[in-house]
């Protein structure tokens, strides 16, 4: 059964760092390229940013270019993001994603919840 399980998420001050992790289990992790998608109150599902299977690319959505860096590390199945430089807009739920293909991308123009599979969630709150 495929398992994903976020942490790190709280209550951080404008400009603050967090670091969201995804801990993966059931699956050949390093098979996947993975997703952070996050969604704010009130508004739709919003990729930020993934990671292919190896690690050598990652592409991230331009509001967080430059502040957040996702990592993986396949040997312990997981997966992280860095984020930096936060602002009140990027209070949101982060949901870890996993590509339901082997060895694919997708580009996630418009996210729904049937894309993959999908930990709970972690909330991430900035607010002075």
């Known amino acids: 059964e495929v398992q994903l399980v976020e942490s790190g998420g709280g209550l951080v001050q404008p400009g603050g760092s967090l670091r969201l992790s995804c801990a993966a289990s059931g699956f050949t992790f390093g098979d996947y390229c993975m997703y952070w998608v996050r969604q704010a109150p009130g508004q739709g599902l919003e990729w930020v940013s993934d990671i292919a299977s190896g690690g050598g690319s990652r592409n991230y959505a331009d509001f967080v270019k430059g502040r957040f860096t996702i990592s993986r590390d396949n040997t312990k199945n997981m997966m992280y993001l860095q984020m930096n430089s936060l602002e009140p807009e990027d209070s949101a739920v982060y949901y870890c994603?996993?590509?339901?293909?082997?060895?694919?991308?997708?580009?996630?123009?418009?996210?729904?919840?049937?894309?993959?599979?999908w930990g709970q969630g972690t909330q991430v709150t900035v607010s002075s």
């Open positions: 994603v996993r590509d339901p293909d082997r060895f694919s991308r997708h580009i996630l123009r418009k996210v729904t919840s049937t894309f993959g599979y």
